[in-house]
């Protein structure tokens, strides 16, 4: 990596920490306007107080990645309310951090207030104060240092939590946590990590020079706190416009910021991308077909696989290449394969009636496949997944988070008889290293992907089809679906993708650990495309 | 200036027992008055019928002729002075601030309440300069209260209620702020409710003293006629242990070497 790639990379995470900066000041905000009026409408309520701290706490014990994403679903929900928020991105994310901070700061401020000092009370009252006057000029006061805490211990969680945004389409600092280990690049995996701490513990700093003004006697001014969050926000909202000149060259994903800070585009284009590397290939790939055409375009990556179709359907995102076999499975609900032309026809219709256009297959698959070492094939004499079964009560199968949910994967165990003596999840970049290294016996393995070949699996047959084929097909939404330029722009791409060069395009990102882009651009290099328009006018082919 | 007329109230789950029952009490204008009894006599609930930090069952509460239930609590407590024991000092403001709040709350000038928190330190013997600026975790017990009679005192009440004021101090600390009270409540004229468990205490500093046992009243009497003539065979007992007390200090006074012991 040169300087000048590491240089990008920061330049690159300054949106993504703004936007981190916002979404999280944003939850605490909320969940201290919420909690903390509740905690003083609880505090003299012991058995409500109790069930409202259990509540929280229960809603603390869901993963917090499974609550963002469960806040997906919910806000769609509210759509025939006519409230009009985006499933996507902001809102899901905004409300489940808020939720997540509710409970250190609902708990800190009751037990804060329950805290006071009965005989301080007493006598406040007993002197002729008002209710809110008590609780403004004794109780608030006085439980101000564990109030305070509480804030704290939430500020740090949510930050940390907030990282887990990524999918569900918000911008933020796991851009780079999920977008780094994806395509292992460890210096932006690892800028990513190192941002967060440091905004992390520096809105603790802040927060913890505010408790002590608040504690202090005579009560210290909150000047110097208040500068320094006002000093912290101006620092990472200003630094896009300070970042302007030389665009961020290397961070595969572009936080909103930083695009409406550039040149005013014509127009954006939003192509989003799944978490693994041939996605985000994929969308490099599409962002520079629109830029030959004049076409500005921003990339929402790191996306979970039912999360980027939805906010396609809605208009969230304009672009995405998906695969045949996923939506045969997780939109038409089909739980068996069916010939490869079948599931593509089937598959168009349902997206026709989806108002979502397809622009057909671009040439190559992205299957499913059970893979083992060569060793171990050699070993068992496997060649078909059927021959697995004797073997399988006595192997450990290796899979990405999805596929154990997945109808595939209860197509394949029925039509084979399959029992393995264990099942573990990866994520997908660690999977193939996991079986060549023997921590798992079998794995599913992505049939495009370039380290089959490169760690010397072998691919088993799938003599009963369980497994539906998977053909890589672009999405268009409503935005831009009749949209001649864009059309322009990505339609020819139809057909024009071989599975050899999407491999190797994988693999030049897995191993050789080249940016997206440049393996986009490698990629582009490689196919010869079939122009159905004119170049724009005045645009650099 | 103070008359409580046949006042009930119950406490406990469903209010099944009496904290007072059927209680009535007068008090005339600058009489110090203390309410003596052990602690579940229900003395306590008769001061906070007063200034309504409770609500009688039955009966009737006037203060200055006026039924209390016609006022507006809070400002009812703005115009009565208020002392607890251990102070309640609001731990996280200065002696001057804690002083100046009933002033504050009344909307007194910034200038007023200044020169009124100096008087009053003075007058409960605090050097204002010196105690001024400090918080009440940086003051003795006895100095505590004593901030605790200034800020009730801070808006002129003519009526001051003390709830057990002495009760945490060492016997000198005591014996002196019991004095400067008398004396303050002379000075100024003050009707004073003197909650104690402490029959010298009751006593010494009382005009008269309204014996309480299990919510009731036993026996209304000056410290004379209360050592003189009890009226039923409980404040006799009550009076006897005193005298006992004082002719054993008497005899220990008169022959040193043989003090009398209890044994057993």
């Not at chain 1, 932006?188 to 513990?201: C, Q």
């Not at chain 2, 100096?118 to 003795?140: H, K, N, T």
């Not at chain 2, 808006?155 to 009760?167: I, Q, S, Y």
Request: charged share 20%; net charge neutral.
């Amino acid at each position: 990596m040169t300087v000048g790639e590491l240089g990008g990379l920061i330049a690159g995470v300054v949106p993504l920490l703004a936007a981190h900066l916002v979404l999280v000041l944003v939850a605490l905000a909320v969940a201290a306007a919420i909690g903390l009026p509740l905690a003083v409408a609880l505090a003299r309520r012991p058995r409500l107080a109790a069930s409202v701290v259990t509540v929280a706490g229960a809603i603390q014990t869901v993963p917090s990645l499974a609550l963002l994403a469960l806040m997906v679903p919910v806000i769609a929900a509210t759509d025939g309310l006519g409230v009009g928020v985006s499933s996507f991105g902001f809102a899901p994310a905004a409300i489940a951090l808020t939720l997540y901070a509710l409970l250190p700061i609902v708990r800190n401020a009751i037990a804060g207030l329950r805290g006071v000092d009965p005989a301080a009370v007493e006598a406040a009252r007993g002197m002729g104060m008002a209710p809110w006057q008590l609780l403004r000029l004794v109780e608030l006061p006085l439980a101000a240092p564990v109030i305070a805490a509480g804030i704290r211990t939430a500020s740090v969680w949510t930050v940390g939590t907030a990282t887990l945004a990524t999918p569900i389409g918000q911008a933020c600092l796991g851009n780079y946590i999920f977008a780094g280990l994806q395509t292992r690049n460890w210096a932006m995996l690892l800028i990513g990590v190192i941002a967060a701490a440091a905004l992390a513990l520096g809105l603790d700093a802040i927060l913890a020079a505010a408790e002590r003004a608040v504690s202090r006697r005579p009560r210290g001014r909150l000047t110097v706190p208040v500068a320094g969050l006002a000093a912290l926000i101006a620092v990472v909202l200003g630094a896009p416009h300070l970042a302007d000149g030389p665009a961020p060259a290397a961070g595969p994903a572009t936080a909103p910021v930083a695009d409406h800070a550039r040149a005013a585009p014509v127009r954006q284009v939003r192509i989003g991308a799944k978490t693994f590397t041939e996605q985000y290939i994929l969308a490099e790939l599409l962002r520079q077909r629109l830029a030959a055409r004049g076409l500005a375009a921003q990339l929402v990556e790191s996306l979970g696989s039912n999360v980027v179709f939805d906010a396609l359907r809605r208009g969230d995102l304009d672009a995405y290449v998906d695969y045949s076999g996923t939506l045969w499975t997780t939109q038409l609900q089909r739980d068996r394969g069916a010939p490869g032309w079948q599931i593509l026809a089937e598959v168009e219709g349902y997206l026709a009636g989806a108002q979502v256009r397809s622009l057909g297959p671009l040439g190559f698959q992205d299957a499913y496949a059970l893979a083992v070492r060569r060793d171990t094939a050699t070993r068992l004499g496997l060649h078909g997944v059927g021959d697995l079964a004797p073997h399988a009560p006595r192997m450990a199968l290796g899979a990405d988070y999805e596929f154990l949910s997945r109808r595939e994967w209860a197509a394949v165990r029925t039509a084979y008889g399959l029992q393995f003596a264990r099942t573990a999840s990866f994520d997908p970049a660690l999977l193939y290293e996991a079986v060549a290294r023997g921590e798992v016996d079998v794995i599913s393995a992505f049939s495009s992907d370039g380290r089959i070949a490169a760690y010397d699996l072998v691919v088993l047959d799938d003599p009963a089809a369980a497994l539906p084929s998977y053909d890589a097909m672009i999405l268009l939404g409503p935005r831009v679906a009749g949209d001649p330029e864009v059309l322009c722009a990505l339609a020819p791409l139809r057909g024009a993708l071989s599975v050899e060069l999407m491999r190797r395009a994988n693999l030049r990102v897995d191993r050789d650990r080249e940016p997206p882009r440049a393996a986009a651009a490698w990629l582009l290099g490689q196919v010869t495309i079939a122009e159905a328009c004119p170049p724009p006018a005045g645009a650099p082919r | 200036m103070i008359e409580l007329v046949e006042v009930s109230k119950r406490y406990g789950a469903a209010g099944a027992r009496w904290a007072v029952h059927d209680l009535s009490l007068a008090v005339a204008d600058g009489e110090l008055i203390a309410v003596l009894g052990e602690s579940g006599s229900g003395k306590t609930t008769v001061l906070k019928l007063v200034n309504r930090l409770l609500e009688p069952d039955a009966g009737a509460i006037r203060v200055g002729g006026r039924d209390v239930r016609g006022e507006d609590p809070v400002a009812l407590r703005r115009t009565i002075g208020y002392v607890i024991q251990h102070a309640g000092l609001l731990p996280h403001l200065s002696v001057a601030d804690n002083v100046a709040m009933v002033p504050r709350l009344l909307g007194w000038q910034r200038a007023d309440i200044a020169s009124r928190v100096d008087e009053l330190l003075a007058l409960v013997g605090l050097p204002p300069d010196e105690f001024r600026g400090r918080y009440p975790d940086q003051l003795s017990g006895g100095q505590r209260q004593r901030v605790g009679v200034a800020r009730a005192l801070a808006a002129r009440p003519r009526l001051v209620l003390l709830d057990e004021p002495f009760g945490a101090l060492d016997p000198i600390t005591r014996a002196t702020l019991q004095g400067e009270l008398a004396r303050i409540h002379r000075e100024l004229g003050l009707t004073t409710l003197l909650v104690t468990h402490d029959l010298v205490e009751a006593l010494t500093l009382a005009d008269r003293i309204v014996v309480m046992r299990a919510g009731e009243i036993r026996q209304i009497a000056t410290p004379h006629q209360l050592l003189t003539a009890p009226a039923d065979d409980y404040v006799a007992r009550l009076v006897e242990a005193v005298r006992a007390q004082g002719r054993r200090l008497l005899a220990l006074a008169e022959s040193p070497e043989q003090p009398e012991h209890d044994r057993g």
